[in-house]
DNA sequence: CGGCGGGTAGTACCGCGGTACTACGCGCCC
DNA sequence: GGGCGCGTAGTACCGCGGTACTACCCGCCG
């Protein structure tokens, strides 16, 4: 038995999903909630398996709320539903802690499946949002060792003048690479001329950005 | 009706394949590879709406030949099947291009349900996968936003300041950025000058990489 | 042997970038 | 009114960065 708390602003809504989930066996409305506050507090109440919550809400939405009931640690799962498949809701689901989202629109057998897997630690995410998720993900995933084609400028280069990139991309400048490289600084400007050229870019700056772009520099964070 | 190609190098499996696809009216195998340079000749000949492939094979595997198919941009949407959950499958197969990724455990309709999700432009993961999946994208995606607390050196800026943060992202030269803003060189200079100082870098350099770590600048690719 | 790619190093030149400082108009608020 | 934040603009200065060109050493290969 799956135990559900409902969190949405409209009434009949929630009287939708009580009925559609205590219509089958294995799942069972334990309560409901209007707005964010009151979902993290009965969220700490009783401890659902589940937590359907939706997104847009009057006073503290779906976002924060996931965000503190994921925090409190309760092993609660949430599972956000919206109407609208607005990218920024996702993405912001999902680093909440979110461990689903599906769209409104999706079939009763479709929620019910998503319940089931959230309850059991999996995720599901709705498939019109996997795709440009999917997309997405591939873009953020560095590139490199699994086959895909470096691109020619990248490969053009010299392992010393791929180090010096490397170098570059941390913000060092040519003395500084010189004094850490055990080099002059006229080797230094030799060989950063050489990179500028190859990857074509006119100056640090653009090679900063290059390198960036093709995963030889990568986001530190914070 | 959809039609398929089914890739695997295990002709029983193959067979298996085609049993539960020929069984409903949706779906149609319309063709049979066993390895893939035999999937790639096939599904450029065929042009099957959906390729069920499989990860392990013999010869070309399974993510090099979605990364062909995919490249020859006949519209055919593949669909990659494994038997085990290995992350690196997952991120290549998706990173090569694949609409989908689904454990060979699947049941049938989760396999038919996927099938018809990618048909239509979808994309689905095993929700076993999707929770992995989840946690890594929610690792890279960048913080901004979303809520969370943005660093307090980004919110020290002003908008006009921020606005010259992005195009130094953009490696544009003080002379670039004073040409697209419609501003003299020497306003661009003084705000460049607080924006570095507000920031903590020491050039611009260091307020591209700034610009990158924070989300402020994203890559482009290629 | 000679040639070539790669790494190292130097000199000379110039311009963009960064800093310091001043200045003014504007909207806002006490 | 006076102050303040913000955006705008200017002048002056200097140094790092980037370019052009030359040069030498090493290992490899035809």
Redesign the interface.
């Known amino acids: 038995m799956t135990t559900v708390l409902v969190v949405d602003d409209q009434p009949l809504q929630r009287y939708g999903f009580r009925m559609l989930l205590d219509s089958v066996p294995e799942t069972e409305v334990v309560g409901e909630a209007a707005h964010g506050a009151e979902a993290v507090r009965k969220a700490a109440e009783l401890r659902p398996d589940v937590v359907l919550m939706d997104v847009r809400m009057p006073g503290m939405d779906g ?2 709320a996931t ?1 503190r009931i994921v925090a409190a640690g309760d092993r609660s799962r949430v599972l956000v539903l919206t109407t609208f498949d607005i990218d ?1 809701y996702v ?2 689901a ?4 979110a ?2 989202f599906l769209l409104k629109d999706a079939r009763p057998e479709e929620l019910l499946a998503g319940i089931r ?1 959230v309850a059991v ?5 709705a ?2 949002l ?2 440009r ?2 997309h ?6 560095p ?1 490199g060792g ?3 084609a470096e ?1 020619p400028r990248l490969s053009s280069l010299t392992d010393r003048e791929r180090e010096i990139l490397v170098a ?4 060092w ?1 040519n003395g500084e690479i010189a004094g850490r490289f055990v080099l002059s600084e006229s080797t230094v400007k030799t060989h950063v001329g050489r990179v500028l050229s190859k990857i074509g ?6 090679a ?2 290059f390198a ?2 093709h995963g030889l ?1 990568r ?4």
Chains 1, 2 share one sequence.
């Open positions: 976002i924060e965000r920024e993405y912001a999902l680093r909440a802690g461990s689903g897997a630690g999996d995720a599901v995410i498939p019109a996997t795709r998720l999917l997405e993900f591939a873009r953020l995933v590139p699994d086959g895909s691109d570059i991309g941390k913000g400048s870019a006119r100056d640090r700056v653009q900063v950005i960036y772009d520099a986001p530190h964070g914070g």
